[in-house]
């Protein structure tokens, strides 16, 4: 798969690829967020996660796709502080404010954030058509958190703060997105840099988790209905990031991470399909300037 991949970057084939790569991520971080709705601790909900990413990734990547060169060591260890400095701001985020509102405002700002970033260290250049795209994209996520945010009726009190660390953590993804980007990059196999980097990014939570425990802050029966969600999480998580990482690879860094966004469309979707959630024409029609901004990227 992998020497198929790197046949075909440069082609306009590979532009197309790009952009059905990064719509299925959004499709599969729409799943994986949902997983993290809020109902339960988030800490604990993400160690779960990890621990089972750990238990499936160090295996692949240690017999299954080749080890990284020494000079390329580096990289993981950016991947590794990056990465965990974002999911520390976005445990704190979804703490202390309501996921319906902070979700789309990770997701909104990480947008901006990314392709302003990557226009400037990929010197990529954006048509009129992708720049308005992006926009309604924005404007879209953005008003569905303010929709969100006049019906929320409890959890105010911690909204302003949740908001802000919100915004911090949309800025990390950009980050790391624009980051994994250049190493996925400067790999001869880009699933190398995937199942290392979750090798390598499934370490920290559940270390913590295993101290709590031992320090009896944490009890492992909180831990245990949340198997099969962690299980769910370790194949989603996977899919989700080789997606958009092959993605970035094949095509722009930035076009690629807006389409992505798309995940907060696709996240309204299974709160209808699944979870019953009604939509009345507010939501209906900011889910249209979102769906107008994902065809507006792909004209432009």
Known sequence: M??????????????????ILALMAAVFHASFAALQN???????SRAAIDVALFLLAWPIALFLVPWPHAEHIWLFVGVFVIHNIYKAFQGMTYARGAYTVV????????VLATVIVSGIVFQEVYSIWQWSGVLSLVCGIFGLAVYNWRKLQVGRETL???????????????AYTTFDAYGIRQMPDPLTFVFWFFAIDSITIPLFVFVWVRQGRLSLSAIRPLVARGLAGAVLAPLSFGCVMMATRLDSVGIAAALRETSVLFA????VLFLKETVGPRRVCLMALIVAGAILINVG
């Open 2 to 19: 992998s020497a198929w991949l790197i046949s075909v970057e440069g082609t306009d084939f590979a532009s197309r690829l790009a952009m």
């Open 38 to 44: 809020g109902r339960d601790n988030p800490w604990i």
């Open 103 to 110: 979700y789309p405002v990770v997701r909104g700002s990480s």
């Open 160 to 174: 302003f703060s949740a908001l802000g660390l919100a915004v911090l953590s949309g800025i990390m993804v950009a």
């Open 268 to 271: 309204a979707f299974i709160g």
